[in-house]
C-alpha cells in the first residue's frame, strides 16, 4: 500500500488546516491509518490513528479536542482536521499504515507503522 499526504502550509495560529491521506488500495480491511508529527529537531510523534473496518478513532490526549481524523472510503482517503493551530504544532505530518483493528494500542509505537507516506510541512506563525 502507497500513502500520501498532502495539505500543508502556512497558518497563522488560531487557524485552520486540513491534511489529506491518499492511499492506494480499494479496502484496508483489518488494518489501521495513522497521523504522525515531527517537530523540528524532535522525534516523530503520534497524531491521531483510525481503523479502516470500523472507524474508530483515537487521539494522543494533549491533541484531542482541537484534532479530527476521520475517513472517506469512496475517496481511498483519511483526513486530519486541525482547529486553533499553535506555533507548537509546527511539524512535518506523515500518514502510515499498520495491521491491525486497535490501533490505540499502537499508535504511541512509531516503529510497529509502515508504508510511511512522504511528509507534508505545516508552519504556524505566531
Known amino acids: 500500500v502507497q500513502l500520501q499526504a498532502s495539505g500543508g502550509g502556512l497558518v497563522q495560529a488560531g487557524g485552520s488546516l486540513r491534511l489529506s491521506c491518499s492511499y492506494s488500495?480499494?479496502?484496508?480491511?483489518?488494518?489501521?491509518i495513522g497521523w504522525f508529527r515531527q517537530p523540528p529537531g524532535k522525534e516523530r510523534e503520534g497524531v491521531a490513528s483510525i481503523s479502516m473496518t470500523d472507524g474508530n478513532t483515537y487521539y494522543t490526549e494533549t491533541l484531542k479536542g482541537r484534532f479530527t481524523i476521520s475517513r472517506d472510503l469512496a475517496k481511498n482517503t483519511v483526513y486530519l482536521q486541525m482547529n486553533n493551530l499553535k506555533p507548537e504544532d509546527t511539524a512535518v505530518y506523515y500518514c502510515?499504515?499498520?495491521?491491525?483493528?486497535?490501533?490505540?494500542?499502537?499508535?504511541?509505537?512509531?516503529?510497529?507503522?509502515?508504508?510511511w507516506g512522504q511528509g507534508t510541512l505545516v508552519t504556524v506563525s505566531s
Open positions: 488500495e480499494t479496502t484496508l480491511d483489518f488494518r489501521s
Open positions: 502510515a499504515l499498520v495491521i491491525t483493528t486497535t490501533p490505540e494500542l499502537v499508535l504511541p509505537l512509531v516503529e510497529v507503522w509502515g508504508s
